[in-house]
């Protein structure tokens, strides 16, 4: 099985910068993506990592350590917009396109 | 282009009928997926299809609940007898094949069975 955590609950002000940690453990690892989901709507993907290292899209990063089974999502430049649930999901070798979800992380971005 | 599509967006129900949630996939995408989404458990995969065969269906809770995909543009979710405890919110997605490939989520049907 996976056993992926996040935390739960964030705070954050606007313009500042936050990094909202995921952890795995799983064999056979094969890619994580990061989804982000605002309150009553779908999840939207936001990245996607499988080599370790850092990916950057604009404002938004992901980093990962294969070794440590460690990534995190780093978001600058804070928008009120961003406030929003983090999920972070790990695909394994083998499962086709089936990936497993964190519980994800719920950010409040205060003025 | 269009995403995918699920219907109905919202449904309120008593307990023991049936329910049925319909998906369509986006067009090219070869694998659909099915969630179930709470505030305690989080998104939890139920069942997905490749090419509309299933292809892992342990997340399915239990045999109350059934899916199908008869063809490439169409899937359904059935819950029948439908129960209090089934109340959640149910995401269809799809993707295509490829390492790097993200899955594309529908809106969602809001489910609450009273």
């Known amino acids: 099985g996976q056993n992926i955590d996040q935390p739960t609950e964030m705070t954050a002000t606007e313009g500042a910068i936050v990094q909202i940690n995921c952890t795995y453990q799983?064999?056979?690892?094969?890619?994580l993506f990061w989804y982000q989901q605002h309150a009553g709507e779908a999840p939207t993907f936001l990245s996607y990592n499988v080599l370790d290292g850092l990916e950057e899209k604009g404002r938004f990063s992901s980093f990962l350590s294969r070794s440590k089974g460690y990534s995190y999502l780093l978001l600058k430049e804070l928008q009120m917009k961003d406030s929003a649930s983090y999920l972070c999901?790990?695909?394994?070798?083998?499962?086709?396109?089936?990936?497993?979800f964190g519980i994800g992380t719920k950010l409040q971005v205060i003025p | 282009d269009a995403g995918v599509i699920q219907s109905p967006r919202h449904e309120v129900t008593e307990m023991g009928q049936e329910v049925t949630l319909r998906c369509k996939p986006i067009?090219?995408?070869?694998?659909l997926f099915w969630y179930r989404q709470t505030m305690m458990r989080g998104l939890e995969l139920l069942i997905y299809?490749?090419?509309?065969?299933?292809?892992?269906d342990s997340g399915m809770p239990e045999d109350r609940f059934s899916a199908k995909m008869p063809n490439a543009s169409f899937s359904t979710l059935k819950i029948q007898p439908s129960e209090p405890r089934d109340s959640a919110v149910y995401f269809c997605a799809s993707s295509t094949s490829g390492a790097n490939q993200p899955q594309h989520f529908g809106d969602g049907t809001r489910l609450s069975i009273l």
């Open positions: 067009s090219g995408h070869d694998y």
């Open positions: 299809f490749n090419n509309n065969v299933p292809i892992d």
């Open positions: 799983t064999s056979g690892f094969n890619g």
């Open positions: 999901a790990v695909r394994l070798r083998g499962g086709y396109q089936k990936v497993t």
